[in-house]
């Protein structure tokens, strides 16, 4: 899906084709959801936080990959062999290209599940004990319902504003007042680590704590980032600031790695759950955004970082069930294999657990 507009920006004419050519890349972003669902089902409850947060952190590396391989490297190629104008309306054929390998090579090399007929199973279907004896299977429209009604889920769309939807605002104000365009491609780089290190801390913390571990980690790095974002209001000088943007990213980053470090806890619905999360961020890049129009920068700063600071407490909200619908169903079937030992390194509660 984001080949074909892809490959099809060189034939834009006008505004409104161009909002056409966005809105279904921007669709095609949707495989972000897919991606994290698909990644919980692969990996053991106790690295979970470690495998979402590599595989969403490097999703966003594409972001910065993209400004430097685009901008710095392709551009200035096809500058040399052809005008301005078809120069920029050709290079898209490129990521186009790589594009449809990879949905191609996804298709054909990779399997959806460690164990496809119990994944399968377990991803598409929730029993409904209706009165002790019927029992029906469940429709996309039940399963948003199952996610939508658990506050946790909100929670965590707000704590996603307030990260990615953040990052999303200070890059975009970084690329447009502060540096070249390539300053926030390397910032997009530390995504190889600092999400995924995020993650991993939350595993760490599960593996001593249980769930609690992993959502107060969560809280510590939301207030991390918050206090990154009010110094900046206080910086004068460049360097400073790009050292801060610098910590704020790895910050950020690592708060984007806690969320999704959670997700898979708080309904077995895991995807309907994820893409509910995950929307908060692009929500809130697009509000935070028009804080630059009524604000200076400085009070921008400010108002976002007492945002962040004031979601911190939702955290002590999050009343998350850890007793998974799978692993009592499982029991019940007469299936032991998902329970295996009950201390807090094997995390009983997700949902997905094999």
């Not at 495998?51 to 990959?65: D, E, K, M, R, S």
């Not at 502060?178 to 939350?202: D, K, Q, T, V």
């Not at 979601?311 to 999050?318: H, N």
Request: proline letters at 5%.
């Amino acid at each position: 899906m984001a080949a074909v507009p892809t490959a099809l920006t060189g034939l834009v004419n006008s505004a409104v084709g161009l909002w056409f050519l966005r809105m279904f890349i921007g669709i095609a972003g949707g495989t972000f959801v897919v991606c994290q669902y698909w990644s919980t089902a692969m990996f053991a409850p106790s690295i979970v936080g470690k495998a979402n947060g590599f595989v969403g952190g490097w999703g966003n590396l594409g972001g910065g990959v993209t400004l430097l391989v685009m901008g710095s490297g392709l551009m200035p190629l096809f500058l040399k062999f052809m005008p301005v104008e078809r120069a920029w309306r050709t290079v898209s054929l490129v990521p186009a290209a790589l594009a449809l390998i990879t949905g191609v090579s996804v298709f054909f090399l990779s399997d959806d599940s460690p164990i496809p007929s119990k994944a399968h199973q377990r991803s598409t279907r929730r029993l409904i004990v209706d009165e002790g004896e019927q029992q029906k299977t469940d429709t996309i429209k039940d399963s948003i319902w199952f996610a939508a009604r658990k506050p946790a889920t909100w929670f965590l769309f707000i704590h996603y504003m307030m990260c990615f939807g953040v990052e999303l605002t200070m890059l975009d104000w970084t690329a447009h007042s502060l540096a070249p365009p390539h300053y926030c491609g390397r910032i997009g780089w530390m995504n190889l680590f600092a999400r995924g290190s995020g993650g991993w801390a939350s595993d760490i913390s599960n593996s001593r704590f249980g769930l609690k571990g992993r959502i107060w980690t969560h809280a510590v790095f939301l207030v991390l980032e918050g206090l990154f974002v009010i110094v900046m209001a206080f910086v004068n000088t460049l360097p400073a600031a790009l050292s801060v943007m610098v910590l704020f990213s790895i910050a950020v980053q690592a708060t984007e790695g806690t969320t999704f470090a959670i997700v898979p806890y708080v309904d077995p619905a895991v995807g309907t759950v994820a893409g509910i999360v995950s929307s908060g961020g692009n929500i809130g890049g697009m509000i935070f955004n028009t804080f630059f129009i009524f604000m200076k920068y400085d009070d921008v700063f400010l108002t976002l970082g007492i945002c962040i600071l004031a979601s911190v407490p939702l955290c002590l909200c999050m009343n998350i069930d850890p007793t998974s619908a799978i692993v009592a169903e499982d029991e019940e079937a007469g299936d032991t294999s998902a329970i295996g030992d009950e201390s807090p390194a094997t995390d009983l509660s997700s949902p997905l657990i094999a």
